[in-house]
Every structure is written in C-alpha cells, then in structure tokens.
C-alpha cells in the first residue's frame, strides 16, 4: 500500500496532506498506462502527489511554455499584441486547429494566434507565433526554454515545434518526448506562479489565465468536475499525442483554487475518441484530485 505521507516542503508548497494514493494506482491498472498527479490547494495549503518527479511528454501542454515567453516579450516591448502575422499555404501545419481550413493569405494579429494555439490547440497558430520569438529556430527554443528555467521549471523544457520535422533534433530526449517534456509537479509550479501573480507580472498572469479559462478541449480535466453545481470556472490547457494526454490548469471555486497538473503516458489504444482511454485516465485522477483538495 502507498501513501502520500505529510511533508514538510521548501518554498512553493508550504505543507501536504497524507493522502492514500491507492486511487490512482488502480486508475493506471484499469486503463494500463503510466500516470503522474500533482495539485495544490492555494488557499488550505493542501497538496497531492503520484509519480509528480517522473518525466513525461508534454505533447500541445507545452503551448503554454510559448505563450508565456510570448508574455514576457510584450513586457520587454520586443513585441506587441497589435503585431500581426501573415499565415500562407506554406505555413500551414496539420493537426488540431482551424487555421488550416480557411483561406490564405491572410493576417492576424499575433495575440488572436496566440489565443488560438491555447483554446483550440491550432498547430499552425502555435508556430506563427512560436516564429516570431527569435530569429532562428534554436534561438526560438533557448528563449521559451530559458523562461521556464527562470520560473524555477528545470526538467521542463520544449523540444521542437509541432509538426517541425525538419528542426527535430537527433537527441534521446527528442525522440522520446516529442515536442516538448516535463513534470507534474513543475507544470503545477507554473500554474501557482500563475494563479499568484509571479509569472512576467500580475497582469499578464492575469491575461493568460483568462485565455486559459476559454479553452475549448474539455474531454479530460472538466469531464467529471461538478463545474455548475459547484460553481466552478477552470483555466487549463490540455495536450495529446497517440501514447499520451495531458491537462493542466487551475480549478477556481468560490472557496478555493486548486493548481492540478494531470499527466499520462504509455497508452496502448491510439484511438482518437473522446472516450480514449488516456482522456478517461485524466479525467477522473483531476475528480480525485478535486474531492480530495476541495474545501467543502
């Protein structure tokens, strides 16, 4: 039998609950797949782990990697929301999004891409803005990357851009992760940085978590959340690849927020499917991390 035992931690979480950790485990068992929690109650203090220091793909979870170095160069005045991207045949990319489907040229704003690659996932929104964050791909990804180094994020990193064949590196961490790797308990990190303020300033903490609450993907961590009867509002972005889901995001009730980072990985269905394993996983571990943290 496992336990999550009280501990005493440094900084970020000041104290957390023993909690038996035997729910997720029989989750991993029923879905056969590799699952890691971590969550935080901001306001009791409360935290939950399972498998929080393991690796996992981040698969589009690490979107949020780029809209925050987005964040932090508006801030450094480098660039602006009001500045504007031209999207053409050859910068379509596949995948989640709508952008593929409508037609080219056309301009848009950087901040409504940026919007898009957050409540819609859109893959091509993702790399017109990714494109505008340094003048060459590897300098793209030392700055995303440096940023969440600076956020005290030192295991997560992003590894490519989505559908970037021709950039993907030939290293380990590439190959198995895919665009981007990370930690249930460093992406939590990020989310109570977030929730407080911390992350570039308290106004654009402020602004990305509204982005965040008009996600449109909610098979996983909304699926089971009483969100009406509760009177909840969640601000989250989710990722998914064929071996792997995804979400991660902050749970705002009137009485309490909850940071949650719910993580999968080693899914045997590739199915695409709303009722994919993987999405039913995350789904009811972010149930569990809620009737567990929640203040009643």
Known sequence: MRWLFLV???GLLPWALAFQTEPFGRIEH???LTLGVAAHNLTTGASVFYRADTLFPTASVIKLAVLVELYRQYEQGYLSPQDTVVLTAGR????SGVLQHLSVPRVLSLQDAAVLMIILSDNTATNLVFDRLGPH???RLDSVNATLRSLGLQRTRMLNKPFGFSTRKNTPEARRYGIGMGTPRELMQLMIAMARGRVVSAEASREMIEILKRQQWTEMAPRLLPVEG???QLAHKTGAISTARCDVGLIFSPRDTI???VMTDHIKDPCWS?????NLAVAEAVREVYERLHVR
């Open 8 to 10: 005493l931690a440094t």
């Open 30 to 32: 029923r879905y056969e």
């Open 92 to 95: 379509i990319y596949p995948g």
């Open 137 to 139: 791909h590897d300098a």
């Open 230 to 232: 509760d009177s909840l």
């Open 259 to 261: 940071a949650f980072a």
């Open 274 to 278: 709303v009722d994919q394993v993987g």
